[in-house]
């Protein structure tokens, strides 16, 4: 059985790093054909992807952040990390992580993790 | 980016009614070589993470209720509720999946009348 399952801060103060961790279980990082997507979701708003990392640790961003986002594994912990630096209140949301299946939809997903972002 | 629009924002249904719910893409998700069209829909429940309900378009996820159903090609797709029930309230999204990034419509709140 899949699961992942997000780690981090519940509160961190504008200008800060974040860093959330998810942790796998189900399949390797290694896997062929397995990624890891982070994914946000501002409180009442939609769903935004962020970034995902593959099975070669290829790697892509969303173009929007993407000098504020390092997507990193560690597959021997079963791990991927994301770190979005100089935090801001807008960045207040629920930040997901989700296996990316090989041809592109999210068939699985971690509870979830919200973030506030505050002084 | 792809940009996906869903319609409408909101709808009430009333138990057992139908429930429709169209999203549009600002190009088209048709691969012509596979035939398929690269979206998907999600269901979320308050307090929850999305859950995938449907892929290529009109594939469902095993173990999804037979009452959804997806169609539509090209740039224009909808997902029906057919026989809508008190657990299927929730916010649905579509997504992309043709180019990266995957990109989800602003999702559309489904509630009883």
């Known amino acids: 059985q899949v699961t992942l399952k997000e780690s981090g801060p519940a509160l961190v103060k504008p200008t800060e790093t974040l860093t959330l961790t998810c942790t796998v279980s189900?399949?390797?990082?290694?896997?062929?054909?397995?990624?890891v997507s982070w994914i946000r979701q501002p409180p009442g708003k939609a769903l935004e992807w962020l970034a995902h990392?593959?099975?070669?640790?290829?790697?892509s961003y969303s173009s929007s952040l993407k000098s504020r986002l390092t997507i990193s594994k560690d597959t021997s912990k079963s791990q991927v990390v994301l770190s979005v630096t100089d935090m801001d209140p807008v960045d207040t949301a629920t930040y997901f992580c989700?296996?990316?299946?090989?041809?592109?939809?999210?068939?699985?997903w971690g509870q979830g993790t919200l973030v506030t972002v505050s002084s | 980016d792809i940009v996906m629009t869903q319609s409408p924002d909101s709808l009430a249904v009333s138990l057992g009614e139908r429930a429709t719910i169209n999203c549009k893409s600002s190009?088209?998700?048709?691969?012509?070589?596979?035939?398929?069209?690269?979206l998907a829909w999600y269901q979320q429940k308050p307090g929850q993470p999305p859950k995938l309900l449907i892929y290529?378009?009109?594939t469902r996820e095993s173990g999804v209720p037979d009452r959804f159903s997806g169609g539509g090609s090209g740039t224009d797709f909808t997902l029906t509720i057919s026989g809508l029930q008190a657990e299927d309230v929730a916010v649905y999204f579509c997504?992309?999946?043709?180019?990266?990034?995957?990109?989800f419509g602003q999702g559309t709140k489904v509630e009883i009348k």
């Open positions: 189900g399949f390797s990082l290694n896997d062929t054909g397995m990624s």
């Open positions: 997504q992309q999946f043709y180019i990266v990034p995957p990109t």
């Open positions: 989700a296996l990316y299946g090989a041809y592109g939809w999210f068939d699985s």
């Open positions: 990392i593959f099975s070669n640790d290829e790697k």
């Open positions: 290529w378009a009109s």
């Open positions: 190009q088209s998700v048709f691969f012509s070589s596979n035939n398929k069209n690269y």
